[in-house]
């Protein structure tokens, strides 16, 4: 009883039941049911298709879709290799898929509380578990649950940032943003270039660019294009320079004229569109505002930072700022481009905040307020929590597909399809990969006649909207393979 007495070690063992309870939130609704979801079509759908083909074709170098070159997806290859790992790691399935993208989340959460508790003190890692528990953007569509590059993206991004943080300390920890820089750049291509933006005016700022001598400049330059020129001689020595050329302008001139991933906001200010991206949810928009709140106490109580707290608030803001107004800038409306802002707003949270309350003003208010933020945020994660508890399975293609094949018997096969919308017969790459990734089939656009006209093992799926005439004509002809109420799978021998 002698133990439970000590305020010390009441205050240790609550710190441990509630980082723990967190960090398990965190970890549920990064992998709970991770692989009951439909394949997103497009970006999820190619990168997986990507990963599965560069096993099929044993070629790391140059991924395929469709057994040719792909000069669509623009990315280098990093994001495709760690989910062919996934793949032999825990088989072809949607779960592998995006495996690597939830656990990246994870780990981008234990480097910000690791640093945020070393230098602001122990609740500052539960407080930012909290935080991106409450984050529904995280869980959303282009990050953590999805199998495309951007939550492996976000990973490098804030280890670049880290070490920018610890660069006050030392300035070698910049050369550990150069090295991280050239990772993202193998995930996501030019967009990395963002990482260098913001170490830049960091250290214009915060005027320790003067400390950048031309040796240091040469030693960043190398350390953050090493890797990167090895993989593009690599590739150029393969396929010239089309890969980069159709990057180029997929990547760079159509995302500056004006791209736009989103139809439904064409009209929407670029600013406000941005802007909405990292703080149009509830829960980050509260952080802002107690970020704004402890930035106002802190100028008008006059509280003093020191050297160290003062580069982390400048590298906090312009993690969080530039590349808002840079893609701003560019007239750039893809709101995952800015989703480093999730990860930069708890560590700026928890600089301005805990520097309040270390300095012992407004105790009561801050109490007051820091309950009620902390209240407010348990029920976002509840709301996020119960939003994943309910996932199911919602595609009825992709599901007939996967419980219709099988790897061993139908390995090999063509497969063709035909949907229900004005019999369109080419696969959708949600559906095609699903195919991959169950049945092993080798997808082939062309629908019914491409069917008719292959003399090798082949399966036709069929929707049955639309082409109840047509399902009833074939069945006079083919042997059914299979059927439920959605879809039929036809098979010729």
Same mark, same amino acid.
């Given at each position: 009883?002698a ?8 205050s240790?063992?609550l710190?441990?039941v ?13 992998f709970g049911k991770?692989?009951?979801?439909h ?14 083909e ?6 790391y170098l ?11 997806n623009?990315?280098?290859p ?8 996934a793949?032999?790691?825990f ?6 898929l ?10 981008a ?8 508790m070393?230098?602001?003190g ?12 409450a984050?529904?953007i ?11 590059a951007?939550?492996?993206?976000q ?9 920018l943080?610890l660069?006050y300390?030392k ?6 943003c150069?090295?991280?820089f050239?990772?993202?750049f193998?995930?996501k291509?030019v967009h990395?270039?963002?990482?260098p933006?913001?170490?830049f005016f960091?250290l214009l ?13 040469l ?5 953050g ?7 593009? !001689? =690599?590739? *150029?020595s393969r396929?010239? $320079?089309?890969?980069? %050329?159709? +990057? ?8 500056i ?15 406000y569109?941005?802007?909405l991206?990292v703080f149009?949810?509830p829960a ?7 970020c704004l709140?402890?930035?106002?106490v ?6 003093k930072?020191?050297?160290f ?15 808002i ?7 750039v409306?893809f709101?995952?481009?800015?989703y480093s802002?999730?990860y930069?707003?708890?560590?700026l ?13 407004l ?7 820091g309950?009620?933020?902390? !209240? =407010?945020? *348990?029920t976002?994660?509840? $709301?996020n929590?119960i %939003?994943? +508890?309910?996932?199911h399975?919602?595609?009825t293609?992709q599901d007939?597909i996967?419980?219709?094949?099988d ?8 497969a ?8 369109y ?5 949600g ?10 089939l080798i997808?082939?656009?062309?629908g019914?006649e ?9 399966l ?5 909207t ?5 399902i009833e004509?074939?069945?006079s002809?083919e ?15």
């Open positions: 009883m133990v439970f007495s000590n305020k010390k070690t009441l240790m063992i710190w441990c509630v980082t723990a309870v967190l960090l398990a939130t965190l970890g549920y609704l990064c991770l692989g009951e979801w394949i997103e079509d497009y970006d999820e759908a190619r990168h997986g298709i990507n990963a599965y560069m096993i099929k074709n044993n070629d140059v991924h395929t879709f469709m057994g040719e070159p792909d000069l669509w623009t990315k280098p990093l994001s495709f290799w760690l989910i062919s790992l793949y032999r790691m088989g072809y399935n949607s779960f592998a995006r495996f690597f993208n939830a656990l990246s989340c994870m780990l959460a234990v480097l910000i509380s690791g640093w945020a070393k230098y602001y122990k609740w500052a890692a539960p407080l930012i578990f909290l935080m991106l528990c984050d529904s995280l869980f959303g569509l282009h990050f953590v649950r999805f199998g495309d951007d939550s492996q993206y990973l490098f991004f804030t280890l670049a940032m880290i070490c943080l660069s300390k300035f070698a920890w910049l050369y550990g150069g090295i991280f050239g990772l993202a193998l995930d291509s990395a270039l963002m990482i933006a913001v170490c960091t700022f915060t005027g320790k660019i003067k400390e950048l001598t031309w040796k240091r400049t030693l960043l330059l190398a350390s294009l090493f890797i990167v020129l090895l993989w593009a !001689a =690599a590739r *150029i396929d010239g $320079f089309a890969f980069f %050329t159709n +990057s180029f302008e997929l990547d760079v001139a159509n995302r004229k004006g791209g736009n991933a989103e139809p439904l906001y064409a009209n929407q200010p670029v600013f569109y941005n802007l991206a149009g949810k980050n928009f509260l952080c802002l505002l107690v709140g402890s930035a106002i802190i100028f008008f109580r006059k509280i930072l020191s050297p707290t003062q580069h982390a608030v400048i590298a906090s803001m312009l993690w969080l700022l530039v590349p107004l840079l893609y701003t800038v560019a007239g409306k709101r995952w481009y800015v802002g999730l930069a707003l708890p560590a949270t928890c600089i301005l905040a805990f520097t309040v309350a270390k300095a012992g003003v105790r009561r208010t801050a109490a007051v307020a309950s009620i933020f902390c !209240a =407010a945020l *348990i976002f994660s509840v $709301f929590v %939003t994943i +508890s309910n996932i399975f919602d595609h293609v007939f996967r419980q219709s094949l790897r061993d018997i139908d390995e090999g096969k063509h063709y399809i035909l949907y229900a919308e004005n019999a017969s080419n696969w959708m790459p559906d095609m990969l699903t195919a991959q990734m169950y049945g092993d997808c082939i656009d062309g019914l491409g069917f008719e006209a292959d003399d090798e093992d082949s036709l799926f069929i929707a049955r639309y082409n109840e005439d047509l004509e074939l069945m002809q042997i059914i393979f299979y059927e439920n109420y959605y879809c039929v799978a036809f098979e010729k021998f």
